[in-house]
């Protein structure tokens, strides 16, 4: 089925966030391929959620913390946009895929913090790095940062110190792809009810109660709050958004 219409790959679509911003991004008009690590039942689940709304979809698996693994995904993603697209090209990448550390800075080991980079920052980068020649020029990458970029939350020093860094790569990317008319902006979600950090924020009563006192609008987040701010970057309308760290957190701790 080869077509015209704009493609969007979120990493880790198959829950909780990335499943939100698949949906909206498809009810925006755009084909979707996302992968899962794991959990190819959940990713089928949203392949035919996106199909029954008239969009084209598909999930691939990657496993973002095995760098060496990419070129094989590539190839397959390659083959993917070749029988699915008209010119084999996507329009935007969504990098979301990733798993939570608690840890205070006094009991981290140096296992954990490498596993976070791998996940959060080397896969960024190298995948960024390997789609780039693939994307349509006019298209964008979204990478997903964390409200704990901005606010500190003993425990979250390398994960948010992770985050970081990608926002600081996202705007060295809107600064060296710019003359492609690609766009690079980071969405930082606040804390939002998935199963993020075996649930956390949505299972633990007081974590819950406590975010929700320090949010102006008075809750926690949902997936359906992120979702639909991801899939707007993903039309015209945003073309002029460009190298930004957009927060959509309720206004958590202003
Ligand atoms: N939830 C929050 O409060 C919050 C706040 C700020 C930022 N974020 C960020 O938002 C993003 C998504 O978080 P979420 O809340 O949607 O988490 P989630 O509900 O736990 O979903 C994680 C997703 O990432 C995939 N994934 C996990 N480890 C992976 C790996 N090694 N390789 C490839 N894919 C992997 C999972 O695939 P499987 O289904 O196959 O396991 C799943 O699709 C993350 O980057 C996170 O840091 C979350």
Redesign the pocket.
């Known amino acids: 089925m080869s077509t015209t219409n704009k493609v969007a790959l979120i990493?880790?679509?198959?829950?909780?966030?990335?499943?939100?911003m698949a949906v909206a991004i498809a009810k925006k008009g755009i084909d979707v391929l996302?992968?899962?690590?794991?959990?190819?039942k959940?990713?089928e689940e949203v392949v035919s959620e996106i199909k029954s709304i008239g969009r084209n979809a598909a999930a691939l698996?990657?496993?973002?913390?095995?760098i060496n693994s990419f070129d094989a995904f590539v190839k397959e993603f390659t083959g993917w946009l070749q029988v699915n697209t008209a010119n084999s090209k996507l329009d935007f990448l969504i990098?979301?895929?990733?798993?939570?550390l608690y840890s205070p800075i006094k009991d981290v080991k140096e296992e954990q913090v490498d596993h976070i980079f791998d996940?959060?920052y080397k896969?960024v980068v190298f995948l960024t790095q390997k789609l780039l020649p693939l994307m349509n020029d006019g298209g964008g990458v979204i990478n997903?940062?964390?409200?704990?970029t901005r606010i500190t939350n003993p425990g979250s020093a390398v994960?948010a110190s992770v985050?970081t860094a990608v926002e600081t790569f996202t705007r060295y990317l809107a600064k060296e792809t710019g003359d492609r008319k690609i766009r690079a902006n980071v969405v930082?979600?606040?804390?939002?009810?998935?199963?993020?950090?075996n649930g956390r924020?949505r299972d633990n009563p007081d974590i819950n109660k406590h975010i929700a006192e320090i949010t102006a609008l008075g809750r926690v987040?949902l997936?359906d709050d992120?979702g639909g701010v991801v899939a707007f970057l993903c039309t015209e309308d945003a073309y002029w958004i460009n190298g930004q760290r957009i927060e959509v957190s309720g206004g958590q701790a202003l």
């Open positions: 990493t880790g679509g198959s829950r909780g966030l990335g499943r939100n996302i992968t899962y690590n794991t959990n190819s959940a990713a698996q990657l496993d973002t913390s095995r990098n979301n895929a990733g798993t939570a996940i959060h896969a997903i940062s964390s409200g704990l994960y985050k930082a979600p606040g804390a939002i009810e998935t199963d993020f950090g924020v987040g997936p992120i």
